[in-house]
Antibody
Framework: EVQLVESGGGLVQPGGSLRLSCAAS????????MHWVRQAPGKGLEYVSV????????YYANSVKGRFTISRDNSKNTLYLQMGSLRAEDTAVYYC?????????????WGQGTLVTVSS | QSVLTQPPSASGTPGQRVTISCSGS????????VNWYQQLPGTAPKLLIY???QRPSGVPDRFSGSKSGTSASLAISGLQSEDEADYYC????????????FGGGTKLTVL
């Protein structure tokens, strides 16, 4: 059974940092691109970032470019999102999602999400 | 303001057929496939329709998708109470360096 389990969310002050993790199981993690999508409270979905299956290619939404870093450890079947210079508008549930490709909007499995709250 | 445009709400009674539209442009829907997601209250999104009109295993055939030009639609026939959810369209956008764009979401209410 495919499972994606996010962790690392919590309350952080503006300007602070946080690292999210997404533990994958039930599939060959190294064969898939992995994406982060977020959803602010009561709002719609917003694309954040993607990393290719071997980690060689990454992309960031303009809203997080230069502040967030996506990475993965295929030996640990884990995806990461290092978040820095956090702002109130980064408050959201962060989902990791699996896809066969980097250049796709077809996410066939999603994690349950982890809530990040940026507030003083 | 989302790149893909969806109506914020839709409604229907049990058994009815409802459609949800998704409007984009030549750089997204016009040149790439559309995917639809269903988000039940308090849960993560779930892939409902992929590649414009394909259903993943386990999705009832009451759900169907279509695409024409720079627009797409999701149709739900035989509406059921458990279909009450938020629905999002998504597509790859070729502009800039390429990225995923979502619709703003449509909240479907079963009356």
């Amino acid at each position: 059974e495919v499972q994606l389990v996010e962790s690392g969310g919590g309350l952080v002050q503006p300007g602070g940092s946080l690292r999210l993790s997404c533990a994958a199981s039930g599939f060959t993690f190294s064969g898939y691109a992995m994406h982060w999508v977020r959803q602010a409270p009561g709002k719609g979905l917003e694309y954040v970032s993607v990393i290719s299956s071997n980690g060689g290619s990454t992309y960031y939404a303009n809203s997080v470019k230069g502040r967030f870093t996506i990475s993965r450890d295929n030996s640990k079947n884990t995806l990461y999102l290092q978040m820095g210079s956090l702002r109130a508008e980064d408050t959201a549930v962060y989902y990791c999602a699996r896809a066969l490709l980097v250049w796709t909007s077809e996410f066939d499995y999603w994690g349950q999400g982890t809530l990040v709250t940026v507030s003083s | 303001q989302s790149v893909l445009t969806q109506p914020p709400s839709a409604s229907g009674t049990p058994g009815q057929r409802v459609t949800i539209s998704c409007s984009g442009s030549s750089s997204n829907i016009g040149s790439n496939t559309v995917n639809w997601y269903q988000q039940l209250p308090g849960t993560a999104p779930k892939l409902l329709i992929y590649s414009n009109n394909q259903r993943p295993s386990g999705v009832p055939d009451r759900f169907s998708g279509s695409k024409s030009g720079t627009s797409a639609s999701l149709a739900i026939s035989g509406l059921q109470s458990e279909d009450e959810a938020d629905y999002y369209c998504a597509a790859w956008d070729d502009s800039l360096n390429g990225h995923v764009v979502f619709g703003g979401g449509t909240k479907l209410t079963v009356l």
